[in-house]
T-cell receptor, first 114, second 112 residues
Framework: KAGVTQTPRYLIKTRGQQVTLSCSPI?????VSWYQQTPGQGLQFLFE???????NKGNFPGRFSGRQFSNSRSEMNVSTLELGDSALYLC?????????????FGSGTQLSVL | QKEVEQDPGPLSVPEGAIVSLNCTYS??????FMWYRQYSRKGPELLMY????GNKEDGRFTAQVDKSSKYISLFIRDSQPSDSATYLC????????????FGAGTRLFVKA
């Protein structure tokens, strides 16, 4: 069974640009969550999507947005990039079942903003 | 105050030692308690998953949850150099969707 796939693996952007990250969940998983990981703040929750609907959102500015497609694949977009957006962005998929919150993570996209 | 507090370490132990990793959390509504292991340049992988209070054992790993004191523990017996990684505790509850909150992670080094 294929795991969670995130593309691209590495990205280098400059301030003010925008970026789109992609995540393909495990087959059969309908929930996709996104996290930002930095050495100083650790893993911080961005948002969760289930069946194309955003169910939960973290405390990030509106420059961070996402969406989910009918095949459960998800994209995350960051507009007007800032230096502080440099981080490892992790996607995790799960069944989304209320009684089972086991997250399966991809290897992440390492974003560097110059 | 962070919702989940975890000592970032690093923690260095000799091979074969028993390792104890701990976290505290603030919200008594949390229902699910997890431990994830993360190797360098990889995403976290689920190690242990517990619903509510109690102990759970899986091989050399034991997870404990004490909801009365809001305390989460992970014990690793007979630690191996391959256990060297960052260990993240996490808690979650369902409120029409999930929002899993992670601790800062503890870096563990097991010396051969």
């Amino acid at each position: 069974k294929a795991g969670v796939t995130q593309t691209p693996r590495y990205l280098i952007k400059t301030r003010g640009q925008q970026v789109t990250l992609s995540c393909s969940p495990i087959s059969g998983h309908r929930s996709v969550s996104w996290y930002q990981q930095t050495p100083g703040q650790g893993l911080q929750f961005l948002f969760e999507y289930f069946s194309e609907t955003q169910r939960n959102k973290g405390n990030f500015p509106g420059r961070f947005s996402g969406r989910q497609f009918s095949n459960s694949r998800s994209e995350m977009n960051v507009s007007t990039l800032e230096l502080g957006d440099s981080a490892l962005y992790l996607c995790a998929s799960s069944l989304g079942d209320p009684t089972n919150e086991k997250l399966f993570f991809g290897s992440g996209t390492q974003l560097s903003v110059l | 105050q962070k919702e989940v507090e975890q000592d970032p370490g690093p923690l260095s132990v000799p091979e074969g030692a028993i390792v104890s990793l701990n976290c505290t959390y603030s919200n008594s509504a949390f229902q699910y308690f997890m431990w994830y292991r993360q190797y360098s340049r990889k995403g976290p992988e689920l190690l242990m998953y517990t619903y509510s209070s109690g102990n759970k054992e899986d091989g050399r790993f034991t997870a404990q949850v004490d909801k009365s004191s809001k305390y989460i523990s992970l014990f690793i017996r007979d630690s191996q150099p391959s256990d060297s990684a960052t260990y993240l505790c996490a808690t979650s509850r369902y409120t029409g969707g999930f929002k899993t909150i992670f601790g800062a992670g503890t870096r563990l080094f097991v010396k051969a």
